[in-house]
């Protein structure tokens, strides 16, 4: 997952803050980088991959949507509440 494309990616499709575009990038990087998604799910960790599931997630802002489908992985899998967005620094 490159996370340039994914940056630029969310930001065409959701609202946020520049501090939640980097907080969500950062977090979706670390779990790409575990491999945990792929291992559960099948389907390598992309961009297209997160974008459709944001898309699914309530009209909010980008964090929130990423809370929403780590919420959704956490129950079906378990292990995804680490890759929750906890805070998001002030600009």
Do not use: C, H
């Amino acid at each position: 997952m490159n996370p340039d494309e994914l940056d630029a990616a969310l930001r065409r499709e959701f609202p946020g803050s520049d501090a939640e575009y980097r907080v969500v990038v950062r977090q979706a990087g670390d779990l790409a980088d575990t491999g945990t998604a792929e291992t559960d799910r099948g389907v390598p960790l992309s961009v297209d991959e997160i974008v459709a599931n944001l898309s699914d997630a309530p009209d909010e802002s980008v964090a929130s949507r990423w809370n929403w489908w780590m919420g959704a992985l956490e129950a079906a899998y378990g292990g995804y509440e680490p890759f929750q967005v906890r805070r998001i620094p002030k600009e």
